[in-house]
């Protein structure tokens, strides 16, 4: 089977996703580069053609597109306009830097998927809070990007639940928090730290809304209403097969919410809005169904499953209108 990832590195605890290889804490850039495949460049060169008759010195160049490839094995990453402004693999480490010398942030994650066409970094950045039932909340950055026009680059606020490790990106004041760059925009790194940094203020106004959902208890009823509503976004299929697939996919999110999902008998979350919320996203980061682990971790972070993440978000907070 193929993957999505091709290289990928991790301190402390095994990622959700089980995937990559440990590094002991309080590494260098240039460790946590070359531990996850990210110690190459992003090479280019004008696209070139050859006519049918002619030889093959006389090939030619077309110069409003260019082949992006990779520095260290020749491979060829993506044909792009010659507007298209590359962000290399060692820039989205080197975003980090000063974070975790002064900050106190720490990298955790990093790595390569797609044979080099998408990679990311994210780094726990010491905000924490414990809902009741000891159910604790880390807080994050997570940095990405690609080289193929499938994603600009993109900081996100997002947070971990620890009990299962299930993602959400954060969302202020409806909003979600994240700066995304274009890739017809050079990436300036201390801007977007800048319209990034959301206050400690805004951290605790999102977990005070995180801990409402906690104590907004929601019955079956309730329950299985807002998942068909989540199910039947625009996006998704209305053919037959993909109805049979909805119906799995309600059936494994109430099973999750009533008892069977990780932290599911926790206080905060047994028959509250909170444990439906974390339903969805254990079912889309853990459960959900996909041709292999790295495919899934790539559809939560920045496809489909991120969406409907997003989606499960705005109807929860809904809930506490």
Same mark, same amino acid.
Request: aromatic share 8%; proline share 2%; net charge positive.
């Given at each position: 089977?193929?993957?999505?990832?091709?290289?990928?590195?991790? &301190?402390?605890?095994?990622? @959700?996703?089980?995937?990559?290889?440990?590094?002991?804490?309080?590494?260098?850039?240039?460790?946590?580069?070359?531990?996850?495949?990210?110690?190459?460049?992003?090479?280019?060169?004008?696209?070139?053609?050859?006519?049918?008759?002619?030889?093959?010195?006389?090939?030619?160049?077309?110069?409003?597109?260019?082949?992006?490839?990779?520095?260290?094995?020749?491979?060829?990453?993506?044909?792009?306009?010659?507007?298209?402004?590359?962000?290399?693999?060692?820039?989205?480490?080197?975003?980090?830097?000063?974070?975790?010398?002064?900050?106190?942030?720490?990298?955790?994650?990093?790595?390569?998927?797609?044979?080099?066409?998408?990679?990311?970094?994210?780094?726990?950045?010491?905000?924490?809070?414990?809902?009741?039932?000891?159910?604790?909340?880390?807080?994050?950055?997570?940095?990405?990007?690609?080289?193929?026009?499938?994603?600009?680059?993109?900081?996100?606020?997002?947070?971990?639940?620890?009990?299962?490790?299930?993602?959400?990106?954060?969302?202020?004041?409806?909003?979600?928090?994240?700066?995304?760059?274009?890739?017809?925009?050079?990436?300036?790194?201390?801007?977007?730290?800048?319209?990034?940094?959301?206050?400690?203020?805004?951290?605790?106004?999102?977990?005070?809304?995180?801990?409402?959902?906690?104590?907004?208890?929601?019955?079956?009823?309730?329950?299985?209403?807002?998942?068909?509503?989540?199910?039947?976004?625009?996006?998704?299929?209305?053919?037959?097969?993909?109805?049979?697939?909805?119906?799995?996919?309600?059936?494994?999110?109430?099973?999750?919410?009533?008892?069977?999902?990780?932290?599911?008998?926790?206080?905060?979350?047994?028959?509250?809005?909170?444990?439906?919320?974390?339903?969805?996203?254990?079912? &889309?980061?853990?459960?959900?169904?996909?041709?292999?682990?790295?495919?899934?971790?790539?559809?939560? @972070?920045?496809?489909?499953?991120?969406?409907?993440?997003?989606?499960?978000?705005?109807?929860?907070?809904?809930?506490?209108?």
């Amino acid at each position: 089977m193929s993957h999505e990832i091709q290289q990928m590195a991790y &301190v402390g605890e095994t990622p @959700w996703h089980a995937l990559g290889s440990r590094l002991p804490v309080k590494q260098s850039i240039d460790v946590w580069a070359q531990k996850a495949g990210m110690d190459w460049t992003i090479c280019e060169t004008p696209v070139r053609f050859q006519p049918g008759k002619f030889a093959e010195s006389s090939l030619l160049a077309f110069e409003d597109q260019k082949v992006l490839y990779r520095s260290d094995n020749h491979k060829a990453l993506s044909v792009v306009s010659r507007r298209y402004k590359t962000v290399q693999p060692l820039a989205v480490l080197n975003f980090y830097k000063d974070l975790t010398q002064a900050s106190g942030y720490e990298l955790e994650t990093a790595g390569v998927l797609k044979e080099g066409r998408k990679f990311w970094a994210l780094a726990k950045t010491g905000k924490q809070t414990v809902l009741k039932g000891g159910d604790r909340v880390d807080g994050y950055i997570l940095l990405a990007t690609s080289c193929d026009g499938t994603l600009a680059t993109t900081a996100t606020h997002t947070t971990v639940r620890v009990v299962c490790a299930n993602t959400l990106a954060v969302a202020i004041n409806n909003a979600r928090g994240a700066v995304k760059v274009p890739h017809n925009t050079v990436f300036e790194p201390s801007l977007v730290k800048s319209q990034l940094g959301i206050a400690v203020s805004q951290w605790d106004q999102f977990m005070s809304s995180m801990k409402e959902l906690s104590q907004r208890k929601v019955n079956d009823s309730e329950a299985e209403t807002f998942l068909r509503k989540l199910l039947d976004l625009p996006q998704v299929s209305v053919s037959a097969n993909e109805r049979v697939a909805q119906g799995r996919s309600l059936k494994k999110i109430q099973d999750l919410f009533n008892g069977h999902g990780r932290g599911a008998e926790l206080s905060s979350a047994k028959g509250t809005a909170w444990g439906l919320l974390n339903s969805v996203t254990e079912f &889309v980061d853990h459960e959900r169904r996909a041709k292999s682990s790295d495919y899934r971790m790539d559809s939560a @972070w920045f496809g489909l499953g991120a969406q409907i993440k997003d989606r499960a978000l705005s109807q929860a907070m809904e809930l506490i209108v």
